[in-house]
């Protein structure tokens, strides 16, 4: 039996599709991810919502040396993202040339495959960022 008041929003495919945060009922302010304090008041009184999926570039990194596994693809742009609701998102920025980048470019959410099959034939999704056109 499941109540109405533990709503199964995390599971994996909510997860993967949908970007998913806390919204302080104290002091209003959002968050990404899971969490049971607010990280700007301290207050418990926190509620899962579904952030903005737009936002801009707040501040950005070229990495030019990728980790083990990612030797063949280049230089990629890391991003932290200022969403249109106030909560901040750190991910990969896509589809723009690392010359092309600049603070307070505007974005969306997409979903890219951000791993390779493991043994068990999973591949791995996540949330990337790129350039609303
Ligand atoms: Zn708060």
Not at 19 to 26: A, F, H, R, S, T
Request: proline content about 6%; some cysteine; hydrophobic content about 35%.
């Amino acid at each position: 039996m499941s109540s109405p008041r533990s709503p199964r929003i995390w599971q994996l495919k909510d997860i993967r599709y949908r970007l998913l945060g806390v919204e302080c009922n104290k002091c209003n302010k959002r968050f990404l991810g899971k969490r049971l304090v607010c990280p700007s008041c301290g207050s418990r009184d926190l509620k899962i919502v579904e952030l903005s999926r737009t936002g801009k570039i707040y501040s950005y990194t070229v990495v030019h040396t990728p980790p083990r596994g990612r030797e063949n693809y280049g230089p990629y742009i890391i991003a932290i993202i200022e969403l249109d609701d106030g909560a901040r998102a750190t991910g990969e920025v896509v589809d723009v040339d690392p010359s092309e980048v600049e603070i307070g470019m505007k974005v969306e959410m997409v979903f890219r495959r951000i791993g390779e099959e493991d043994r068990a034939g999973i591949i791995y999704y996540g949330y990337k960022f790129r350039p609303i056109l």
